[in-house]
């Protein structure tokens, strides 16, 4: 995944700092909700994986983080599906997303 700093502060009309500060802010909240994510697939509440997917979709909508997106529809859809072990690589995935951008930070 590749995200650009500087077309995000362009389109936001900010800093590439002020982008930072956004993300950090999103990056908060979707720590909590990764940690909710976890303990469902452990107990397999796939429609609570498929409501919480849809919350990480909304918090990065605005962020053109294509492929981040694309891991939380992965993850919707298998929850959605009933499929566990899509969650569970769905999931992987959308982590591996976040470190990413936890990296730029």
């Given amino acids: 995944m590749s995200v650009d700093l500087n077309a995000l502060a362009s389109d936001f009309g900010c800093s590439t700092d002020d982008v930072k500060v956004m993300l950090s802010e999103i990056v908060v909240s979707l720590d909590d909700i990764f940690v909710a994510i976890d303990a469902l697939i452990e107990e397999n509440d796939c429609a609570s994986i498929a ?30 599906s009933g499929d566990s072990d899509g969650c569970k690589s769905s999931f992987g995935a959308l982590k591996a997303n976040l470190d990413e951008v936890k990296g730029l930070l």
Avoid: P, W
Avoid at 61 to 73: G, I
């Fill in 51 to 80: 409501e919480l997917g849809e919350m990480v979709k909304g918090k990065i909508n605005h962020f053109n983080l294509e492929e981040m997106n694309a891991s939380a529809s992965g993850l919707v859809d298998a929850a959605s």
